[in-house]
């Protein structure tokens, strides 16, 4: 649970590339922030100075009450999903969902516990002995969504998730997420190109273009001041 706030941010690639100028952002705790626009607007960009996976150029980035511009991404307790969910492919469900708190020297007895538990709430139980290539893109999903929760990060990035399932498993993945957020009720920030992913998602949607917010409001006055 933590706030997150930008400051000024900027970021400028190799090349003199200005990908985020000037983004200001107040995003409240337990607040589930969608990030939209097209492509090459600078959402994946923003989302990856927030996880730490790219350097801020210039201005603040605080999580909670810290200001983290120099802090390791495993430090800032925030876990990120990606669109092509990164599973190892030679380990199992449970191992995937276990790695990373086996990496930070987690107890056995409380990994077992926490795996477990995650794997309840997403309802994948009956794959943990699974390798990743005899899931469907749906439980992949889950078990990428399961790898963060086992965390038990304040803040959950989420770029582009479900941009790889078919139209009917992404409407329902939706729901799942929220299900998910308004149970874990903590800070969800979460990045698409699709308008409609957009509105029924966010309780605030952030339009960017060009490397520039346009707009922060609630979807209804999105919807009613486009
Ligand atoms: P979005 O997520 O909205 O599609 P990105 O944040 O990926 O946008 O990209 C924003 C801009 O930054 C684009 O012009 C893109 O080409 C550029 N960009 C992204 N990553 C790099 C990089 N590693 N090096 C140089 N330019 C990059
Ligand atoms: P080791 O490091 O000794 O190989 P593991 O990390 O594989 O041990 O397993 C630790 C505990 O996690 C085991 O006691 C077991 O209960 C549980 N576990 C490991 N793999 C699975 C799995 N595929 N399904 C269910 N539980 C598992």
């Given at each position: ?73 495993k430090?800032?307790?925030?876990a990120m999903v990606f669109?092509?969910y990164a599973l190892y492919p030679h380990m199992t469900v449970y191992e995937n969902m276990a790695f990373g708190l086996k990496l930070r020297k987690t107890?056995k007895?409380e990994i077992d516990?926490k795996v477990?538990?995650a794997a ?8 943990l002995?699974?390798k990743p ?10 078990v990428a969504l399961g790898r963060a929760i086992v965390r ?75």
């Amino acid at each position: 649970m933590a706030k997150v706030i930008l400051k000024n941010i900027y970021k400028v690639y190799p090349g003199n590339v200005a990908a985020v100028k000037d983004v200001n952002l107040n995003i409240e705790d337990k607040e589930f922030v969608v990030l939209v626009g097209p492509s090459g607007c600078g959402k994946s960009t923003t989302l990856r100075m927030i996880a730490g996976l790219e350097e801020i150029t210039s201005g603040e980035l605080y999580i909670g009450d810290r200001l983290c511009n120099d802090v390791a991404p495993k430090d800032r307790d925030i876990a990120m999903v990606f669109q092509n969910y990164a599973l190892y492919p030679h380990m199992t469900v449970y191992e995937n969902m276990a790695f990373g708190l086996k990496l930070r020297k987690t107890p056995k007895n409380e990994i077992d516990r926490k795996v477990r538990e995650a794997a309840k709430i997403l309802d994948i139980e009956h794959l943990l002995d699974r390798k990743p290539k005899a899931l469907s893109g749906g439980q992949r999903q889950r078990v990428a969504l399961g790898r963060a929760i086992v965390r038990e990060p304040k803040v959950f990035l989420m770029d582009e998730p479900l941009s790889n399932l078919d139209a009917k498993l992404r409407v329902q993945m939706r729901t799942e997420i929220l299900k998910l957020h308004r149970r874990l009720n903590t800070t969800f920030i979460y990045v698409t190109h699709d308008q409609t992913e957009a509105m029924t998602m966010g309780t605030r949607i952030v339009v960017m273009k060009d490397g520039v917010v346009q707009q922060v409001d609630t979807p209804k006055n999105i919807y009613e001041n486009p």
